[in-house]
């Protein structure tokens, strides 16, 4: 396709997070060293790709797995806050199985409505700034390929946003492995293919 632009949307490396709380916006959250080494197995994947701009969410881990890619390709890292985590009223608190955070009964109005979701950031609001964001990205492109660095959900819920399926899911299906990458295919400016890769292993 002559106008092809791909615009390769990259979930971020496996961060440092020994306490095991849900980190969300939180700042000083860094790649682990196993998250370094994803970051630089997806540079590789992309080293060979006509990227013409590297893109990420403000927060570290997201910035430290954009530079690999971005100094493969002699650029610097551009920041676009559309790309941010969701927000979510639980974070800063531990995750872990047993420490009963979400068998508190001071929380439960959160927990009240998962479609949408009531704990956080509604779905559409994210599809629509992550929309947003892949827009802008595009059009930078414009006939070559461009790299968004962003998270879990908010990448997930893109592509289920952009390939016309429901916004609320199971967070244990979604296809988005640390440090993947979802290549959105556009001709011109219709949406034609998704292709998703684990570059750093399941």
Not at 131 to 148: H, I, L, M, N, P
Request: hydrophobic residues 40%; charged residues 25%.
């Amino acid at each position: 396709m002559a106008d092809e632009t791909r615009v390769h949307v990259v979930r971020h490396g496996e961060v440092h997070n020994p306490s095991g709380i849900l980190y969300g916006r939180l700042p000083g959250f860094s790649l682990s060293e196993a998250g370094r080494v994803q970051a630089a197995a997806v540079a590789d994947f992309l080293a060979d790709r006509d990227v013409v701009a590297v893109i990420a969410s403000p927060l570290q881990r997201a910035q430290e797995t954009a530079a690999p890619i971005a100094a493969r390709h002699d650029l610097t890292v551009d920041t676009d806050p559309e790309l941010i985590e969701s927000a979510n009223y639980f974070e800063g608190r531990r995750i872990s199985p047993g420490d009963g955070a979400w068998r508190d009964p001071r929380v439960w109005w959160q927990l009240r409505n998962p479609f949408t979701p009531s704990w956080g950031e509604p779905y559409l609001q994210i599809a629509q700034r992550m929309t947003t964001a892949v827009d802008k990205a595009r059009a930078r492109a414009s006939g070559r390929e461009v790299v968004c660095v962003s998270h879990q959900l908010p990448v997930w819920t893109l592509r289920l946003h952009l390939t016309g399926r429901r916004l609320w899911h199971d967070p244990r299906r979604r296809s988005c492995a640390l440090a993947s990458v979802t290549s959105l295919i556009y001709d011109g400016d219709r949406l034609v293919d998704v292709v998703y890769a684990e570059p750093a292993g399941a």
